[in-house]
């Protein structure tokens, strides 16, 4: 029974000095409700602690204090930030902007106490010809010189207002505008995280985003959302290498890796319907539906892709390019369906503009049982072994419909053997035949 008393009197202790806690944080909170708008009388002091948590000098020409419900608040008028020590650039001048205490910040780690809101900024990225991303500066509006952005040491949460990111594709001479009603910057641990939504310039829908990068933005992750996607409203003027999105809706996500400010790999969840994209010179690819998963990848000698659609099909292709020899391809696919897949070929460049309008607009079906493929530029095609069942598309131009194909196909450089088990099938001649002809039994090997 001694036992008992003693955990008795130490869960009295814990639960005592739990108490006491609590009553003192209260207490702390109360105190900073009530004193710290008498703060607003300091400018000078405000602006030295500020220079301290983003680590480049501030100076404020007048504050006000005001009590909410989640902390303090204080408005800042006519601040001026620095540029960092080393770098070159402009003072940054705002005319308005609000520090909030959230007292949230001493109790979870995912929330600063100090929280600085600016309105009105605009943000610099450029995309240079070299393929890197950088974040160029920072400023109020479309004349003034930009201050680099530099958020190494910040330690407090930055919520921008009515942002505009001004995007510059070098490579494509092509500028884009978009714009947030707010993003939000935070420093957690050496990385820095950034989320929000954002729209481009008159065109409907968002798109959010949510990102993870290091002090220096030269590593990272992003992830990138929209719902209700209308394609040929949001990349209408956006520079597709001579392509266009005709039309297509739904959702997508996109995570994307990089490294040394390139693009290394993204991962898209695709959910699209009624998709129609034209080349520049001929054919259109015309896919009703695309639900799945894919990935591409750069290695250190080439290209991955990948691609498992919700039916359960799963396709790899590995593109090599060796800095020294020539390139080689390897393909495999299990249960894979072609309708996402085989419209995409009609925009091969070359491709003669019937075969292109037959994948295209013929709804090409079926499924790869199987496929095991090596090809390499030196030897050509050195092996193939392809399992389908199913297979059909309709009859477009001067070529042919034909449906419930099934077969296998095997070869390498020098001979190809295709395998058709004995079967009923049908062909279409819409040019010939005004019925189409019904063949109960195909067969045979080729």
Known sequence: MEWRRRWQRAARGLGWTAGSLLIALALMVALAQLLLPLVAHHPDWVAAKLSQRLQRPVSIE??????????????????????????????????????????????????????????GLQLDVLHGRDGRWHLNGIGTDATAQRQPVSLRGMSLDLWLNDVRVNVTDEALDRRYTLTSRQLRLSRRGGNLRVGGVLQRAGVAGSLSVVGRFSDDGSAGKLWLGADRVDLQAALQGVDLDGYTANRGHGRLGVWVDWRDRRIVGATARLDLNDVRITAPDHGSANVPALHGVASLRRNDDGYELRWAGDQGGALVLALHQPAEGK??????????????????LALKSGLPNGVAQWLGDGHPHGELSRLAMNWSEAAGLRSIELAFKDVGIDAAGALPGVSGLRGTLRGDGEALSLELPVQATTLTFPHLFRQPLALSKLGGTL
């Open 62 to 119: 007048a504050m006000e204090g005001h009590r909410t419900r989640s902390g303090p608040s204080l408005v800042l008028r006519g601040v001026t930030i620095g540029v960092p020590a080393g770098e070159s650039g402009s003072p940054l001048h705002i005319p308005s902007s609000s520090l909030k205490l959230d007292f949230g910040g001493w109790l979870w780690p995912s929330r600063h106490l100090l929280n600085l809101h600016v309105s």
């Open 327 to 344: 390139r080689w391809l390897a393909v495999a696919a299990r249960d894979l369906q072609l309708a996402p897949l085989l419209p995409w």
